[in-house]
């Protein structure tokens, strides 16, 4: 009985050669266990990572090469032989694929089985492939040493004809390589501390295996690209739909299982719902007209002839920001190791402590993620600030542990508003102090060799509550998908000191100055209606929830009046090399 193992990767983005040895040091390792596996199965991009944007057509490599390479690294590790399936980035007949590839290394017979070349590329969310390759075309299974096999790369396993499709070319397991970003912190969602988007997955999996009588390998990535996780979480099911393994989440890991073909044979005599569909399918194919059976085509189905108050999809029982903290915690601790350490190659951060509670919370998770050694808290008072401010910041750096300096920003700022002469209003000083703390905060940068962390959270992002390319310039922001209600519980969670997370919130850069009274809406409700809008409710809609017209107004108007805020400058587009719409790099490559 063949031995299956997933590869739960962590690639190194855009870096071919340095990934693929480390695939050749875990053919190593496979082949010195006891058992070694018989099959590897390893994520989708697993050889370059998975947003790679304009960067596919440097890295994509033709099948056959990747094959001699793969095949390199396996003498070189000694292994036995080995069948392998994984997904790169392919050149193909002059066109750019998101593919995978099914190989036998070693042994009498080595050689490719079978090139899968992604056929739904999604382009909803995050996503944008059909921008960045072509589309495949068919699916099949083939056979292998272990039995009949076929590959689905992620999103087709989403499209139900696909894995029925393969099942009824005699596929017996359908390996699937994905590269799925994480999403949903809602603790209700099922996920058991998993983001929720991963028990879709395997609720997924579970139906196929279960219904076409197969087992299912999803082999997902880990990591960060661009502030999106790859959680990990991969998953094998066995033909009934039982969960055989599922990985852990947020780090690499090998899972390994039997495949008994005898139970694919037992499950599909309990439930022959395969052979039933092979049996009818001819006759249901029969007579198509792009209607009925008949050549009559159907009427549409009558809508309702009123709009409902308050949109189908909504509970509204429930509450739609809440979150699984603990979840939370460790996704953001992962975050921050990965982009300070492993992509941007910092030992140190520096944190502009305010004495409020996004700081502390930022400061929290850093000295989880880096130790508080390698931490560093900015305290940048001006004359006119709280008292109040530095004791709560002073709370954070005692009870982390943390280093922490004293800039005193008065006399550069008053020093500048004096150079600029004329009458200064509140807001303008405000905005001065706001940047005096950044040029600080990135001067300290430079002497601690410290990355500079954000704090912003995504309520002030949204409304936009901060001062462009001060608050937002700090590469990295753990908080930004956070709204400030999910910040305080978050805290909670974490052991923030009670007197930060329950006084007012307030940026401190006038005197009596409060959040929501500049605002003139509580976090609560702003947040609540902030969600709403983006998930697409109309005003009315929301209102029907139980806020004012004025309310909604309010939000939506700071909402639709701040874009701008929230993008890079406007650049004239003049040729076909523009930067950010032709010349297309991620962030992290």
Known sequence: MPRLAIAQFRPTKGAYAENLARVGALFGELGGWPEPPDVVLFPEAALTGYFLEGGVRELAVEAPRLFADLSAQHHASG?????????????????????????????????????????????????????????????????????????????????SLMPTLAALDGAQTILIPSATPARGLDPGAGAGGRPANLERWERLAQGIAEEHGVYVAV?????????????????????????????????????????????????????????DLEHRLPHLLEGRTGGLADGRVADPPAGPTTRPSVHPSIRPSTDPLRIDPELTRTWLVEFIRDEVQRRRGFDNVVIGLSGGVDSAVVAFLAALALGAEHVTAVRMPYRTSSPQSLAHADLVIKQLGIAARTVDISAGVDGLVGAIGGETDGRRRGNVMARMRMIALFDLSVALHALPLGTGNKSERLLGYFTWHADDSPPVNPLGDLFKTQVWALARHLGVPEEIIAKPASADLIQGQTDESDFGISYARADEILHWLLSGLRPEEIEALGFTAAEVALVRSRLDSTHWKRRLPTVAMLSQTAIGEYYLRPVDF
Not at 219 to 242: N, T, Y
Not at 244 to 266: H, K, M, N, S, Y
Request: aromatic share 10%.
């Open 219 to 275: 082999a997902q990535l880990v990591g960060f690209e661009g502030g999106k996780a790859f959680a990990g979480g991969s998953v094998l099911l066995g033909p009934r739909g039982e969960t055989v393994v599922r990985g852990p989440v947020f780090e690499p890991a090998v899972l390994t299982a039997t495949l008994d073909p005898q139970e694919i044979a037992r499950a599909r005599a309990d439930a022959p719902l395969l052979s």
């Open 79 to 159: 292994a036995p032989p080995l069948d392998v399936a994984i997904g790169f980035y392919e050149l193909h007949e002059n066109q750019l694929n998101n593919s995978a590839l099914y190989a036998t290394l070693g042994g009498t017979e080595p050689g490719i089985r079978h090139v899968h070349r992604k056929v739904f590329l999604p382009t909803y969310g995050v996503f944008d492939e059909e921008r960045f390759v072509e589309a495949g075309k068919t699916v099949r299974a083939f056979d292998t040493r272990f039995g009949r096999t076929a590959m689905l790369v992620c999103e087709d396993a989403w499209h």
